[in-house]
């Protein structure tokens, strides 16, 4: 059983910072590429940030400049480091995971999503 638990999440005033924390935990036997995708009311579900295994990282333009990805390898966490949020920055977050577990193939996993507000 694997479980990616996210937490951080939460209401914030545009400008201000918050940041996220996804720990995957379970029988795993190797662990890709990590990342955090959001959901806004209305809207699809869109790539915010990926870092593989290396440390190499991507992000959507819209959030270039203002959030960091990292993780932790030893620890299996990746976190999300969110600057001067915006409105639109509004969503719930998930946290997604590459990852084996023994006797199955690799897949995605995702965590359960932690809800991000940005309003004054």
């Known amino acids: 059983q694997v479980q990616l638990v996210e937490s951080g999440g939460g209401l914030v005033q545009p400008g201000g910072s918050l940041r996220l924390s996804c720990a995957v935990s379970?029988?795993?036997?190797?662990?890709?590429?990590m990342g955090w995708y959001r959901q806004a009311p209305g809207k699809q579900r869109e790539l915010v940030a990926t870092?593989?295994?290396?440390?190499?990282?991507n992000s959507a333009d819209s959030v270039k400049g203002r959030f960091t990805i990292s993780r932790d390898n030893a620890k299996n966490t990746v976190d999300l480091q969110m600057n001067s949020l915006k409105p639109e920055d509004t969503a719930v977050y998930y946290c997604?995971?590459?990852?084996?577990?023994?006797?199955?193939?690799?897949?995605?996993?995702w965590g359960q999503g932690t809800q991000v507000t940005v309003s004054s």
């Open positions: 997604n995971a590459a990852l084996k577990i023994p006797g199955l193939y690799p897949r995605d996993y």
């Open positions: 379970g029988s795993i036997f190797n662990i890709y590429d």
């Open positions: 870092i593989t295994k290396d440390g190499s990282t």
